[in-house]
């Protein structure tokens, strides 16, 4: 069929799994429902979900394919790809709408050609999705007064990825970012907070570019502070960058439950609540360990 991923669900829990013809583990159809077996044993019953555009529940759109910053551990000024008009974004939603599955739109981007541009981008854009009276999340870069700019426009949710809490690897993997620095990046981050309210800000933090647990512990708690959700993602090294993340370690799943066990214990403590989360990666959990529901 040409599918390169999948999303399960089993006993109220969702992953997204890579299809791989090489695998050792296979999908059956059983009863109705869909199981995983390696070697004939049955290991998990439940059922795919369907997807309109990029994850269930969420009509999820990418605006610019394409990136000016040549941050190491992203593979996206890589590709070059296309930017989507406001009109090829509207028939996205409204062929959703029309089959009954609009709930929420998520949109994403890169920068084509300055942060600014693009947040202008992506108020014209939220405009134009305003009519559908759904929630809106956008996950971008920041810009000056971006989080109002956003906020005026209809967004619901706000993401603005530090990356990581590690300013030495953020300075070596994110080289000329012109201004957009670290320090520009958590500063726009408790602004977001201001406008957008507690539990409606996130932020990824990359597991695996050689980053400490101390450290990964100091930033989930500097960022929980401020009233912002960490959101941990286990590094994905793209074959087109595979040279420049020789140091880079895909986290072990003990390493990353122990981390997002003390990412729970850190948002209980400031009082946040991943479970009012609408829209992106928190309502979603397909990619992540999510703290309160898987762990």
């Not at 019953?45 to 040549?70: F, K, L, M, W």
């Not at 929420?104 to 108020?123: C, F, K, M, N, Q």
């Amino acid at each position: 069929m040409g599918l390169q991923s999948i999303f399960f669900t089993s006993g109220g829990l969702r992953v997204r799994l890579e299809v791989n013809t090489t695998s050792p583990l296979k999908m059956v159809r059983k009863n109705g429902h869909v199981v995983i077996e390696r070697d004939h044993y049955e290991m998990v019953e439940g059922d795919i979900e369907e997807v309109v555009a990029h994850c269930p529940d969420q009509v999820y759109i990418t605006i610019s394919e394409r990136c000016i910053y040549n941050c190491q551990f992203c593979s996206v000024p890589k590709s070059r790809g296309k930017i989507k008009t406001t009109e090829e974004i509207l028939a996205i939603v409204e062929k959703a709408r029309k089959m009954g599955k609009l709930k929420v739109i998520a949109l994403t981007s890169g920068i084509a050609t300055s942060p600014d541009d693009e947040i202008d981008r992506v108020v014209e854009i939220t405009k134009a999705l305003a009519p559908y009276n759904v929630p809106i999340g956008v996950a971008v870069h920041p810009a000056d007064n971006s989080s109002q700019r956003l906020k005026d426009a209809g967004v619901t949710e706000v993401k603005y990825s530090i990356e990581t809490m590690d300013r030495e690897i953020f300075d070596r993997m994110c080289k000329g970012r012109k201004g957009h620095t670290f320090d520009f990046i958590l500063e726009s981050l408790r602004d977001a907070v201001r406008v957008f309210g507690r539990n409606r800000v996130s932020s990824n933090i990359i597991i695996g570019l050689g980053e400490t647990d101390e450290c990964v512990r100091q930033g989930v708690e500097y960022l929980a502070q401020m009233g912002v959700i960490p959101v941990l993602r286990p590094i994905t090294i793209s074959p087109l960058r595979k040279e420049e993340l020789k140091m880079a370690t895909r986290p072990s799943p003990e390493r990353l439950l122990k981390l997002t066990r003390m990412t729970r214990e850190i948002l209980e403590k400031y009082g946040l609540r991943v479970d009012v989360a609408q829209t992106m990666c928190l309502a979603c959990t397909g990619c992540d360990l999510t703290p309160f529901r898987d762990c």
